[in-house]
């Protein structure tokens, strides 16, 4: 690492030396053709340098969505440290000086499992247009308008070892060698994690959810009206229809319980149902993310663990809005 240090100030010193030189020689020769070359030579040598920061060293990120809420904002601004985890020779190419995997709590980048590549020459570019206008510009965008995520960023929740799953929206854990799962929550503040991870749903509000699912899946299988259980019915009906959901996990769980009632003999809906009811064990390599808005978030739960090589970076700190500038180790 420290000879990576020295190799990358030398060729600094270097440009720099050079470009010394030639500003003295065209301060002799000066003409109006020059001085636009000589501010074109300095806008593409601080991208440039911008460029090689960003992929090597440091990379400011944006925050698109509210996954991460309270800890990060839409909008809020943050440092990642591509130093970490190792240095990606390209982006989501291999690293170098790969020596360390993320720990539990980490906040992380990582490459979206379930982003669609454009191709290699719009993937590329649009790294060098957010990287080179330090992450003020994005071309890769959403019909709506919206940025598409490339990246995401998430909270190391489980890693090697781990099981996780969700219960009424709350996490379960089984830690490696240990035979039964924990509250996530209780676990977290007794051993001296950060209690960041919030829930946005009301508990009360699982009864008509889990019902909703439920009677869903069961419609999806054939079942009809007449013949829905009276007691999911009412269940349903029991909170507000205006109460507004967002945990689809939990919905597809009950869904798939609902059809599998309905139809023992659904191999499928029985294989979806008891894959969501376990949860995602972690293989070594790998890290569980999840969002710190847990009731909205896209994340591990679905597209399950990601291994570490995917992982570029660690989120060390938010640096704007002022008012919000903080260190995010330990938060």
Request: a neutral charge; proline letters at 5%; glycine letters at 8%.
């Amino acid at each position: 690492m420290e000879n990576f240090y020295l190799a990358v100030q030398r060729w600094t010193e270097k440009k720099l030396t050079q470009r010394k030189a030639k500003r003295l020689y065209q301060k002799q020769h000066r003409t109006f053709v020059s001085e636009v070359l000589e501010w074109l030579d300095a806008l593409v040598f601080a991208v440039f340098v911008v460029l090689l920061i960003n992929q090597f060293v440091f990379q400011l990120f944006v925050i698109p969505s509210p996954s991460m809420e309270d800890t990060l904002l839409i909008g809020d601004r943050v440092l990642v440290s591509k130093l970490t985890y190792g240095i990606e020779i390209f982006p989501d190419g291999p690293k170098i000086f790969a020596n360390r995997t993320p720990d539990r709590d980490d906040i992380i980048t990582f490459y979206n499992p379930e982003y669609e590549s454009r191709g290699p020459v719009f993937d590329t570019l649009t790294q060098i247009i957010y990287m080179g206008t330090l992450s003020l510009v994005n071309i890769d965008k959403n019909p709506d308008g919206s940025p598409r995520e490339r990246l995401l960023v998430k909270r190391a929740a489980g890693v090697a070892g781990d099981t996780v799953t969700f219960e009424n929206g709350d996490a379960k854990i089984k830690l490696s060698g240990t035979g039964e799962y924990v509250d996530g929550a209780s676990w977290r503040a007794r051993n001296g994690y950060v209690t960041s991870p919030k829930r946005s749903i009301k508990p009360e509000v699982y009864t008509a959810y889990t019902a909703l699912g439920r009677l869903d899946g069961m419609t999806n299988a054939g079942i009809g009206k007449k013949n829905l259980p009276v007691h999911l019915i009412k269940d349903q009906l029991s909170v507000d229809e205006d109460e507004f959901y967002t945990d689809y996990y939990g919905y597809s769980k009950a869904s798939a319980e609902g059809m599998r009632i309905a139809d023992p003999s659904d191999v499928q809906a029985r294989s979806l149902w008891m894959k969501l009811k376990l949860g995602s064990y972690v293989p070594d390599g790998y890290v569980l993310p999840l969002g710190d808005n847990r009731d909205n978030s896209s994340d591990g739960r679905y597209f399950g663990p990601v291994n570490v090589k995917k992982v570029n970076g660690f989120v060390c700190s938010r640096i704007w809005p002022v008012n919000r500038l903080a260190s995010l180790v330990n938060l």
